[in-house]
């Protein structure tokens, strides 16, 4: 098992989420970053001190993160030894693939799992350093799942 290291929400106005969540939970943030995908262009912010993080994402409705007119929890964010065969996996147990950046050079995916009425995002443990580095500067690495080794299996 690994745990998630981060949780995500699409919230139509960054800065007024960001004041909300640090008046009601005491939570501090990184600086903002201004960033795109493809043609998507989105405004993303982590808290700061360590896992499991929260991620807020501002974009304009469309695109990777659906209806962002209001404001909702989209994501729980797990690291994986390959996207490729994570993604496979997930697809495969019937939890279909909303979006992939990996087109874009970005190793993430996000699984749609009904049951819970969001998403799953795997992303590459080789993009790991370069998190910690953006949004986590001298953190210590975080776990993984497994693919190789992963436990679950349908037909138990």
């Not at 001298?138 to 080794?149: C, F, L, T």
């Amino acid at each position: 098992m690994s745990a998630f290291y981060h949780v995500c929400f699409t919230v139509p106005d960054l800065n007024a989420a960001m004041q909300d969540f640090s008046a009601a939970a005491g939570v501090t943030w990184k600086e903002p970053v201004s960033a795109s995908i493809g043609e998507w262009d989105y405004r993303i912010v982590f808290t700061a001190g360590g896992a499991p993080f929260i991620e807020l994402i501002e974009a304009p409705p469309g695109g990777p993160w659906g209806d962002t007119t209001e404001a909702r929890f989209h994501h729980l964010g797990f690291w994986t030894s390959d996207i490729e065969a994570g993604s496979r996996r997930l697809t495969q147990n019937g939890f279909p693939q909303a979006f992939s950046g990996c087109p874009w050079g970005r190793p993430f995916a996000y699984h749609r799992l009904n049951s819970i009425g969001s998403h799953i995002e795997l992303v590459d443990q080789d993009r790991q350093q370069s998190f910690i580095d953006s949004w986590h500067h001298g953190g210590q690495p975080m776990p993984a799942i497994n693919e190789e080794a992963f436990p679950w299996n349908p037909s138990h």
